[in-house]
């Protein structure tokens, strides 16, 4: 399953890197002294392609999607709540709800395929696929087409939502299950690695998790045709492959997209394997709590902007790590110069 064409532009510019640099370096402060906001400036100019590339508006995207897998019993919680959370982030409840209200950050929640139907809501995008995917244990989780509509449906949202900078989180019951076969097909890694408590499974239910996706990886590894959309298609969710969809039209349009935790970051694996040039557009927002979400990071080479010991999603960490790109962009575009301001710069 390949059949996404994707075009993404290169951000390396060397003289644009230097305009940038030199104007970091004539703020009134010392060179390098704001640390790593100077990189996060640095990247969203060159991922914007511009020396003045603004940052006004910033919205979170929260996708949702009920799991096949759930069927196996592998969560302390019902399915249902998946349903119920939405409800709740749609009236302000939830915790992405009320640290976006507080950031100035806007939000939306998406229904890619959750076992429910939903009245129009503000804040509430309907792009409902199905009603949950199928238990990949068993057999794939979605159909091609299925999976190729979820992914136009993210991309659809990252090229119209109009923003300078985007977020992407999601809420599922079962989907760490799905995120942790992913990575274990995309990776080449036993599923045992790659698991984790999720929402809180522990114990015997922990086994039973490990056992029902060690299976479904076992089944998928023999059919799958190496490409990384089948993987998704295959062990993936709905509301995964709108965020990796997400991702790589985010990318093509240099729109920056910041990843939330272990799940956000499976689909953004999917998106850097379908087009490497991707990664380049993307900031990690945070080390989830997750046991296997920091040592993938580390392999990666990627150094997220936060370790606040997080595991809940929605794009919480996404909203978070935002706040601190737009303080890197306010400095940059609003800091004095040492020539503006009168201030005597460094002698030797």
């Known amino acids: 399953m390949d059949k996404l064409v994707v075009t993404v532009p290169s951000v390396k510019n060397n003289d644009l890197e230097k305009e940038i640099l030199d104007r970091l370096n004539i703020l009134t402060k010392p060179v390098g002294s704001l640390g790593r906001l100077e990189e996060f400036a640095l990247r969203y100019c060159l991922c914007k392609g511009s020396a003045d590339a603004p940052l006004a508006r910033m919205r979170v995207f929260t996708f949702a999607g009920d ?81 190729l509509k979820a992914l136009q449906a993210g991309w659809d949202l990252a090229v119209e939502c109009g923003c300078d900078l985007i977020g992407v989180g999601e809420m599922g019951i ?46 998928h590894r023999k059919e799958w045709d190496r490409t990384p959309l089948d993987a998704l298609r295959r062990v993936g969710g709905f509301e995964i492959a709108g965020m990796t969809g997400m991702i790589l039209g985010g990318a093509q349009s240099r ?74 962009m306010e400095c940059y575009h609003r800091m004095a110069t040492f020539g503006s301001a009168g201030v005597s710069g460094k002698e030797a």
Do not use: W
Not at 101 to 106: D, I, L, P, R, S
Not at 176 to 195: E, G, H
Not at 299 to 325: C, D, F, H, K, W
């Open 255 to 328: 729109i920056p997209v910041v990843i939330d935790g272990f799940v956000a970051t499976a689909a953004a694996l999917a998106a850097m394997k379908t087009e490497p040039a991707v990664k380049d557009y993307l900031f990690f927002a945070h080390a989830s709590a997750e046991p296997f979400h920091k040592p993938f990071l580390d392999s990666q080479g990627i150094r997220p902007i936060l370790n606040l010991e997080m595991r809940l999603g929605e794009g919480t960490g996404s909203v978070l790590a935002m706040q601190i790109i737009a303080q890197a």
């Open 67 to 147: 799991h096949g897998i759930t069927e196996e019993k592998i969560t302390p919680y019902p399915s249902e709540v998946t349903y119920q959370m939405v409800l709740n982030m749609a009236a302000g409840g939830a915790a992405i709800s009320v640290m976006c209200k507080k950031a100035g950050v806007e939000c939306t929640v998406v229904d890619m395929g959750v076992k429910g139907a939903f009245q129009p809501l503000p804040g509430l995008a309907i792009r409902k696929i199905a009603f949950g995917t199928r238990n990949f244990r068993k057999e794939p989780a979605m159909s091609e087409e299925e999976c």
């Open 174 to 219: 079962g989907n760490t299950s799905s995120a942790s076969a992913l990575y274990a097909l995309l990776l080449n890694l036993d599923s045992d690695v790659t698991i984790g408590p999720g929402t809180g499974s522990m114990g015997p239910l922990l086994e039973k998790k490990k056992r029902a996706v060690r299976e479904g990886v076992l089944l």
